[in-house]
């Protein structure tokens, strides 16, 4: 009996014992789970954005040359060859003064026959333009074209030749009069005008460029000779019977370099964001 109360005694003190352990394991074990459970979330950062900078160690550097620039009228030189009434010839030169203006002058002289329904007559003579050009075009780097508007003030001393006229007759009846051959010349005429000017000049070689332009006149002066009108003026072209004229020409110019001015490009460059 005391055997068995003892071995009972022992027993139950082992099973406390385990029971006791089993507690202190579970309930770390559930500690433990529930830290894990309350550990908070790493969030993933963000990114910055990207960084826009400005390059300054590279800055592009333009020159621009200032200069001469003389040339000549390739129409008009070459329009003797078809025309057998025009003979002509123009200079053209422009300074470059800033960036973007330019003084322009031509200088000229022509030799044209005009054959009216009533009239015929040659006018011989110089003329000379000045005034400004206005460079509307923007050149890249070491590029020299230019697309222009300018005005001009022009003025020409002349002659006139009356070579023959025909007598109008309102009653035909016995045909058209012959015409009267006079071959009388009027010296000392002059004429001055205002002219808008349109063109474009493209360098192709070196320091060598071809351009056109056009020329719309308002004539301001015109002095006539005795019974009859100015039909051709040179350096204003034809009167068309009224103050308005045009002119056209196709230039072939050389430049003559003076001296340089250089001007700063800043540019801006984007980089990749800094680490």
């Given at each position: 009996?005391?055997?068995?109360?003892?071995?009972?005694?022992?027993?139950c003190f082992l099973l406390s014992m385990f029971l006791g352990y089993s507690q202190v394991v579970i309930k770390d074990t559930i500690t433990v789970r529930d830290l894990d459970n309350q550990k908070p979330k790493t969030e993933t950062a963000k990114p910055k954005p990207a960084v826009k900078e400005i390059k300054k160690d590279s800055i592009p550097v333009k020159t621009d040359r200032y200069?001469?620039?003389?040339?000549?009228?390739?129409?008009?030189?070459?329009?003797?060859?078809?025309?057998?009434?025009?003979?002509?010839?123009?200079?053209t030169a422009d300074w470059r003064l800033t960036k973007k203006y330019y003084i322009a002058a031509e200088l000229g002289f022509?030799?044209?026959?005009?054959?009216?329904?009533?009239?015929?007559?040659?006018?011989?003579?110089?003329?000379?333009?000045?005034?400004?050009?206005y460079n509307l075009y923007d050149n890249w780097l070491d590029m020299e074209n230019l697309i222009?508007?300018?005005?001009?003030?022009?003025?020409?001393?002349?002659?006139?030749?009356?070579?023959?006229?025909?007598?109008?007759?309102?009653?035909?009846?016995?045909?058209?009069?012959?015409?009267?051959?006079?071959?009388?010349?009027?010296s000392g005429l002059s004429a001055a005008w205002l002219e808008v000017a349109?063109?474009?000049?493209?360098?192709v070689f070196n320091n060598v460029f071809v351009g056109f332009g056009v020329q719309l006149k308002l004539l301001a002066m015109n002095n006539k000779?005795?019974?009859?009108?100015?039909?051709?003026?040179?350096?204003?072209?034809?009167?068309?019977?009224?103050?308005?004229?045009?002119?056209?020409?196709?230039?072939?110019?050389?430049?003559?370099?003076?001296?340089k001015k250089k001007t700063i490009v800043p540019e801006i460059?984007?980089?990749?964001?800094?680490?």
């Open positions: 009996m005391k055997h068995t109360l003892k071995h009972t005694f022992s027993l200069g001469l620039r003389v040339g000549v009228d390739l129409y008009k030189l070459t329009r003797a060859f078809y025309d057998k009434d025009y003979k002509g010839i123009e200079f022509e030799d044209k026959t005009t054959d009216d329904d009533r009239l015929n007559s040659t006018a011989t003579g110089t003329y000379i333009k000045g005034g400004f050009d222009t508007i300018g005005l001009r003030g022009g003025f020409s001393s002349f002659s006139q030749d009356l070579n023959s006229y025909k007598i109008y007759n309102p009653n035909p009846y016995w045909g058209e009069q012959p015409a009267v051959s006079v071959n009388q010349k009027y349109l063109g474009v000049k493209a360098k000779p005795s019974g009859f009108d100015n039909l051709y003026i040179p350096g204003f072209n034809r009167t068309y019977d009224g103050s308005f004229g045009v002119g056209f020409n196709y230039t072939v110019s050389y430049f003559i370099p003076i001296y460059i984007n980089q990749a964001p800094k680490k």
